[in-house]
């Protein structure tokens, strides 16, 4: 075996040194050296979407199958780090009106892919909105109000930048 | 899943990734978006002992247009980044409804275009856990002389299911390939063997390091079956690109996907638009014979039968499509009537 090599990660704008093994993932770092749970661990093969986490590009992408020592020198952004000033993100704030949630354990990655795709498309439309979605589903059923509830935040979003979307009034 | 054990290697330079991949001959794998290496490694279809991580290296980044209006993709690009290059949306839309065909946005914001290209075919036997695969002895793909999809099969008939790849190989494109012993560019078409278990000519020190997409005049169409819109492997998918006017066809090229082992040209079918152009009757014939241009297929993932109904709506489809766009000298001008050949 490979010796552990420190890597320097931000993870919601916190720098960390960690040392990691060569086989260790992301969502590793993350959940068990972190201690930042709110990133689940599901599937571990791309597949279901729980893990997703933003990149520095605010990109959604999969931690799972993210490998740690890969992430040396870049900057994540997890579920804990939505939120502003004790302020829930807009996309929280509609999961929770519209009760977008079910068992909850897709929900931390459902509001980082949303997260991904608001950060690389401020005015997306509902066609969008289900490509997005597309990479994590809720298995519960409840998938239908969760894309719901996106829309209503970007609405949300909208009406206060005083903007339109897609011809609906903010 | 945990990773089986293997060491972490980070080259300083292109150069160096070669030497590495020459020294470490088959015992090391490239490490570029890692969303299907990752998975298969923590199902244990693949145990490489080094893993070169490449997505360091800006010599593998980027879109170049070309002089001649072409396209050199580096092979380390991701797929969202070609899919918001402006040059494909202007140029090539075919390629980037391909594109954006591939699995889900989070997978396309990892995955690069060398890593689908390299794609490795998949079964319903051995894209398993290895528990599961243990309750049967190995296959051909594994370490035995055998085939639990197909009993009499004397080679692994897993299938090839890159989207992106049928939509390359309809526009011309050609691949790049970097070893220690110099450079070599193969047509794409020529890049996939009809072997599932070895299904490129891609050498155990070889690195695929850009893909070239010559200027494209032609009309072209993409289409992509699955059970699900989102992140499903298809069921079927087909590219198409013909040159000329409905009426004269100088060129027809057909090719499907995940239907079998490779990628495949429907070679009658591309006859007979080439000889009697686009129209309902020849697109019907064309129709009737992507059956047989099969040839051989298996009843893997869906039944021989529906694959041989299904091509035939595929290449309905597709045909029909492009008879309905216009057609002019370079498909990325806007053209307001179709161009009259002459002679």
């Known amino acids: 075996m490979s010796p552990k090599q420190i890597i320097h990660l931000t993870v919601n704008g916190d720098h960390h040194d960690i040392a990691v093994g060569p086989t260790e993932t992301l969502n590793q770092v993350i959940r068990d050296g972190l201690r930042l749970t709110g990133t689940k661990r599901g599937c571990t093969s791309g597949s279901c979407g729980v893990c997703t986490v933003n990149d520095e590009r605010g990109r959604a992408i999969l931690s799972c199958i993210t490998l740690a020592v890969e992430c040396d020198g870049r900057s994540i952004t997890t579920v804990e780090g939505v939120e502003r000033d004790g302020k829930l993100h807009p996309l929280q704030q509609a999961f929770l009106e519209l009760g977008a949630v079910q068992c909850g354990v897709c929900t931390p990655g459902l509001i980082m892919s949303a997260m991904g795709l608001l950060n690389t498309n401020p005015n997306p439309d509902q066609r969008a909105i289900d490509e997005a979605l597309a990479g994590a589903i809720c298995r519960c059923t409840g998938h239908i109000k969760v894309k719901m509830a996106v829309a209503h935040a970007i609405q949300q979003i909208a009406a206060s930048a005083g903007t339109e979307t897609h011809g609906q009034p903010g | ?343």
């Open chain 2, 1 to 343: 899943m945990h990773l089986p054990p293997f060491e972490y290697v980070r080259p300083d330079s292109l150069g160096h990734v070669l030497t590495l991949l020459g020294e470490l001959r088959g015992q090391a794998s490239v490490l570029a978006g890692g969303t299907d290496l990752l998975a298969s490694m923590g199902q244990r279809l693949m145990k490489p002992k080094f893993l070169i991580g490449i997505r360091w290296l800006p010599e593998l980044q980027g879109v170049q247009a070309m002089a001649d209006g072409g396209l050199r993709i580096a092979a380390g690009t991701t797929l969202t980044d070609l899919e918001h290059d402006p040059l494909l949306a202007e140029r090539f839309p075919t390629l980037k409804k391909a594109i954006n065909a591939v699995a889900s946005r989070h997978v396309r914001n990892m995955a690069t275009l060398g890593g689908n290209l390299a794609l490795p075919t998949r079964c319903w036997y051995t894209n398993q856990t290895e528990g599961w695969r243990d309750a049967r002895s190995g296959c051909f793909k594994t370490d035995t002389q055998a085939c639990h999809v197909l009993a009499t099969s004397d080679h692994c008939v897993a299938t090839s299911s890159a989207d992106s790849v049928p939509a390359l190989i309809a526009h011309g494109a050609s691949v790049t390939l970097a070893s220690v012993r110099g450079e070599r560019t193969v047509p794409l078409a020529e890049f996939y063997r009809e072997d599932g278990a070895n299904p490129t000519v891609l050498a155990p020190d070889e690195l695929i390091l850009a893909i070239h997409v010559p200027a494209c005049t032609d009309r072209t169409a993409f289409l992509k079956v699955t059970p699900r819109e989102g992140i499903d492997f298809g069921l079927g998918t087909i590219a198409v690109a013909v040159t000329g006017s409905n009426r004269r066809v100088a060129r027809a090229r057909i090719i499907v996907n995940a239907l079998g082992s490779h990628p495949m040209p429907l070679r009658e079918a591309e006859t007979i638009i080439r000889e009697q152009g686009l129209n309902e009757a020849s697109i019907e014939a064309a129709a009737a014979v992507a059956r047989s241009d099969l040839g051989e297929i298996t009843n893997l993932w869906t039944p021989a039968g529906y694959k041989r109904r299904l091509v035939r709506v595929l290449l309905k489809r597709a045909l029909e499509d492009v008879r309905k766009q216009k057609w002019g000298h370079a498909s990325f001008l806007q053209v307001g009537e179709e161009m009259r050949h002459v002679p």
